[in-house]
């Protein structure tokens, strides 16, 4: 036998033992400021986050089962002291997919995760031996729209040791968001994230697991369809941030990300473009998408938009801005563009156009009215001949500034995201309420008019607070006198 001695620096010693018995025996001498490692909860802590798979069974300690006994009718509990083996040798990844059922692998999922309870949507089950080994099983969980909270994470494992629960570099960064293990031999272990960049077996695995996860995405797509659709608001953002950082994956999800409508209906891009091209393409044969981010404050858009048979699409992921900005780039001669971010009109340009029942000096008599009233360091005055049954004030938002803010808001955006609020306020000029206006003689009359109506579009974006919406509500309250 042999005795190996070390006091923590890089020098050791070697020595002949008399010891007889077979096996390792291994002491640690533990320092005065370090005796709370030598409480039994804290070692318990420390075998199962870094022991809890091993091959091998470990025991610490005993534990007290209760076990029956006796015939069927006359069964006896008794008490038994065991070996407490704190490990479990074979999880799930180690054991090939044919032999687990869904059961097996939600078991395993809160094996991993005892404090989130609910059930991953789906796994995928990783298991390859060239030209890497690799193991592993992956969860899909809900994610909601704040992607910055990320509690459990992928463990990283090497021959079932656990190593970290820090995998960037190592999976592709849009997977960070997903959960499960990953078990290789081949990852470089106490590199830098630099290194992990450009090690040529660490790029085979990130291209592998990015490659499962699109296959797999789109066998449940073909297979499942209706399922994938229930479950696409809690996958989709994962969905949209690797077509935003991986090119591979964006050409694969192409075939299976979704775009909802807001009449609830699921689109793949193409099976969109086909289904609004000819109702919604412009007069230089661009086709616009129309889309909303929130159905209860873009109601009314909303409305507007389906009354004249376009279709409106449910946009409301956090990242949503930086994608539409993408597919804009990559896809030829589609542009996406909100339906309160200016008149339907001018989102959708045809030929044809419509005729003011105001002449020259009625709109300037109107827009002296209106500048009156309307501040012009926020908002832009456009007089705009409608149809008679739209509304006669409309504020938008310019689609080019609304989203250079919105991406802002999750990295990007530029100069253009610390620009102030600038709206655009449509008057309709074929509206009745307009020519209402111009005939008022008096001017408070007018004046109030004016401003009610003003008030009124100012709602619809959510722009009336503080003392313009206490004004707005006394107002609202005479006139109803």
Known sequence: AVHWSCDGSPEFTLKKHDKKERGTEIILSISKDSKDYLEESKIRDLLRKYNRFMPVPIK??????????????????????????????????????????????????????????????????????????????LYFPKISNDINLQKDKIQLYQNQVFVTDNVEGIVPEFLTLLRGVIDSPDIPLNVSRSYLQVDSAVKKITNYIT???????????????????????????????????????????????????????????????????????????????????????????????KGKGYKVLLLDSPIISHLIQKLESNEKNISFSRVDSDTLENLIKKDEKSISKLDDKQKDKLKDYLEEIIPKEKFTLQLEALDSDTIPFMITQPEFMRRMKDMQATGGGGMFGNMPEIYNVIVNTNSNLISNILSIKTKNKRERLIKQSMDLAKLSQNLLKGEDLTDFIKRSFDLIK
């Open 60 to 137: 610490f300690g005993t534990k007290e089962i209760i076990k029956d006994t006796g015939s069927d009718d006359k069964k006896k509990e008794e008490k038994e002291i065991v070996d407490d083996i704190i490990n479990i040798t074979e999880p799930a990844w180690t054991k090939q997919p044919k032999d687990l059922d869904e059961q097996n692998y939600k078991d395993f999922y809160k094996e991993l995760y005892p404090m989130n309870f609910e059930d991953p949507l789906f796994n995928i089950h990783l298991n390859v031996d060239y030209p890497f080994n690799l193991t592993g099983i």
């Open 211 to 305: 490659r499962k996860v699109a296959d797999k995405l789109n066998s449940i797509f073909k297979k499942e369809r209706d399922k994938f659709q229930e479950k696409w608001n809690d996958i989709k953002v994962i969905i949209e941030y690797g077509m935003l950082s991986e090119e591979k994956f964006y050409e694969k999800a192409k075939s299976f990300a979704l775009y909802p409508s807001t009449d609830n209906e699921y689109f793949t891009f193409d099976e969109l473009i086909n289904q609004i091209k000819e109702n919604q393409t412009d007069k230089e044969d661009k086709t616009i998408i129309l889309y909303a981010t929130d159905l209860k404050e873009q109601d009314s858009y909303i409305k507007l938009a």
